[in-house]
């Protein structure tokens, strides 16, 4: 077993392939995770009753099973009652209800976490709900759950290899593919770790930097 | 994690892989020795029907583990136990130890005869398609695929067929890599891949098991030669195939080869009308 340079510059396109679709479906992922928990978080802290209780559910059902199970449903059951899609696109969904729920929990905890008396402090200063949330609740909110919701995002970033289970050719499909036809595990597999061990630093200096200028907001 | 534990860790994974490397490979002879010893040879499978299967209750059976476990009891070694693998990871897992033998319908091809040491030919198909009833989009070779800009090929990854599709032209995103067979039938089933293309015995096995009146085979493919397996050894284990050779030859001979192989589907006489030389040079 050796090191073959050659080698590796020769794969180095298919895999930067499978990184753009890598990267593509984390962000849109999270475009739909960051949406899809905001419903979730409204309709289970302000709906009435019964659809707080049907979302609350929905939401313990889906954070409770695994990812894998959720994206073989999507892609090969659905299909049984007229919805196909396209393995991106189901991938896509699979990703951003399951990390949805996630960031619903956060949306939650980081609302609720806001005292009571600063409600009450923007109703007694006669601001509007719309006011209240705005320029209260939410600046105050919002700063202790970036971390979380950081850490959200990398973990969906590093659960993308999943979707090869789907027939997405993302980074880890690439790498298969490659060594499937040249019997080599161990260029394709350490450049994949390579690529997301920089994707993932990259983004942590990134949310450091976001974590910092929201902390500044709050200590104005 | 800090640049410097990264390096550190580095660092000691190359150091384990040269000690990995560096252990010298086991005396040709002994590899026989071992299994006996052991009682069991290590058999890589792909649950494809009628070459390897898995029944419910986990008993191992299809045609190249039948041979195997019979050639490997007249060498003295009891028997065989079978982990299940996709086909581009049996070579690899093979050169990491962790079969001693590749027994799954693995047709042979010169770039694979460069990477492991096969037996004689063992088990012969040649390819098919499945795809949807009255083939709307008239696909009789590999190449039909490659000009339709429409159609989508499933094959399994490291497959011969998804070589083959390659081969002939067609993009890599429209030649989709499906994990197993009842995924494959699926995906043509609900429209995401017109054909599904497997060895011929295969396709059959799958289509009848599945009775859906909307799919048909089209078999052979044409322009597809017709491939044959064979057991494959771990380069280094050239002792332990020719020992498994001399018994294999000694089965063809008496009709016990026939016996085992034909219920399946499979033709004795095709297999002994080749040789490994000819299939491994064959283009």
């Given at each position: 077993m050796e090191w073959d340079w050659n080698f590796v510059w020769q794969i180095m396109p298919t895999l930067l392939e499978g990184l753009k679709i890598t990267i593509l479906a984390t962000v849109l992922g999270a475009a739909v995770a960051a949406a899809v928990g905001l419903v979730f978080a409204i309709l289970r802290m302000t709906a009435p009753k019964p659809i707080a209780k049907v979302t609350g559910f929905i939401v313990e059902f889906i954070r409770g099973t695994p990812l894998l199970v959720q994206l073989y449903f999507i892609f090969y059951v659905l299909p049984d009652i007229g919805i196909r899609l396209p393995a991106l696109l189901a991938g896509v969904i699979g990703l951003g209800l399951h990390y949805g729920t996630y960031a619903a929990e956060v949306y939650r905890a980081g609302i609720e976490n806001v005292p009571r008396g600063q409600w009450e402090a923007a109703k007694a200063t006669n601001l509007t709900g719309r006011q209240a949330w705005i320029h209260v609740i939410l600046p105050q909110a919002i700063p202790p759950m970036i971390p979380a919701l950081a850490n959200y995002l990398i973990a969906m970033f590093k659960e993308t290899p999943l979707l090869s289970a789907i027939t997405v050719l993302e980074l880890m499909n690439q790498a298969k593919s490659v060594a499937n036809s040249s019997y080599r595990y161990i260029e394709p597999m350490t450049l994949v770790g390579i690529f997301f061990l920089i994707m993932s630093l990259i983004s942590v200096v990134f949310l450091r930097w976001l974590e910092e200028r929201y902390a500044r907001v709050e200590e104005r | 994690m800090s640049m410097r534990t990264f390096l550190t860790m580095a660092a000691g994974a190359s150091a384990l892989m040269a000690v990995v490397v560096a252990t010298p490979a086991f005396a040709d002879d002994g590899k026989l020795e071992e299994l006996k010893a052991q009682g069991f040879a290590r058999v890589a499978i792909a649950n494809e029907p009628p070459f390897t299967a898995v029944a419910a209750d986990g008993k191992v059976s299809g045609a190249a583990p039948d041979v195997a476990r019979e050639v490997f009891k007249r060498l003295g070694v009891a028997d065989i136990v079978a982990s299940i693998s996709e086909y581009g990871a049996m070579i690899p897992g093979l050169?990491?130890?962790?079969?001693?033998?590749?027994?799954?319908?693995?047709?042979?091809?010169?770039?694979?005869?460069?990477?492991?040491?096969?037996?004689?030919?063992?088990?012969?198909?040649?390819?098919?398609?499945?795809?949807?009833?009255?083939?709307?989009?008239?696909?009789?070779?590999?190449?039909?695929?490659?000009?339709?800009?429409?159609?989508?090929?499933?094959?399994?990854?490291?497959?011969?067929?998804?070589?083959?599709?390659?081969?002939?032209?067609?993009?890599?995103?429209?030649?989709?890599?499906?994990?197993?067979?009842?995924?494959?039938?699926?995906?043509?089933?609900?429209?995401?891949?017109?054909?599904?293309?497997?060895?011929?015995?295969?396709?059959?096995?799958?289509?009848?098991?599945?009775?859906?009146?909307?799919?048909?085979?089209?078999?052979?493919?044409?322009?597809?030669?017709?491939?044959?397996?064979?057991?494959?050894?771990?380069?280094?284990?050239?002792?332990?195939?020719?020992?498994?050779?001399?018994?294999?030859?000694?089965?063809?001979?008496?009709?016990?080869?026939?016996?085992?192989?034909?219920?399946?589907?499979?033709?004795?006489?095709?297999?002994?009308?080749?040789?490994?030389?000819?299939?491994?040079?064959?283009?």
């Open positions: - | 050169q990491a130890g962790r079969h001693d033998v590749i027994t799954a319908g693995l047709f042979m091809k010169p770039e694979r005869c460069a990477a492991v040491v096969y037996s004689e030919p063992i088990l012969c198909d040649a390819e098919a398609f499945a795809l949807k009833k009255g083939n709307p989009l008239k696909l009789q070779s590999y190449k039909d695929i490659a000009d339709n800009p429409d159609a989508k090929i499933g094959a399994p990854g490291g497959g011969t067929e998804e070589k083959l599709a390659l081969e002939a032209g067609v993009p890599r995103d429209r030649v989709i890599v499906v994990p197993d067979g009842q995924s494959g039938l699926k995906m043509l089933q609900d429209g995401r891949i017109d054909v599904y293309s497997l060895p011929v015995l295969s396709i059959n096995d799958l289509v009848s098991k599945a009775s859906d009146p909307n799919i048909e085979v089209v078999a052979p493919v044409v322009g597809a030669p017709v491939y044959c397996d064979g057991a494959a050894f771990r380069k280094g284990d050239e002792a332990l195939r020719d020992a498994f050779d001399v018994e294999l030859a000694k089965m063809k001979q008496s009709g016990d080869f026939a016996k085992i192989i034909e219920p399946y589907g499979f033709s004795a006489a095709a297999a002994m009308s080749t040789s490994r030389e000819k299939l491994c040079a064959a283009q």
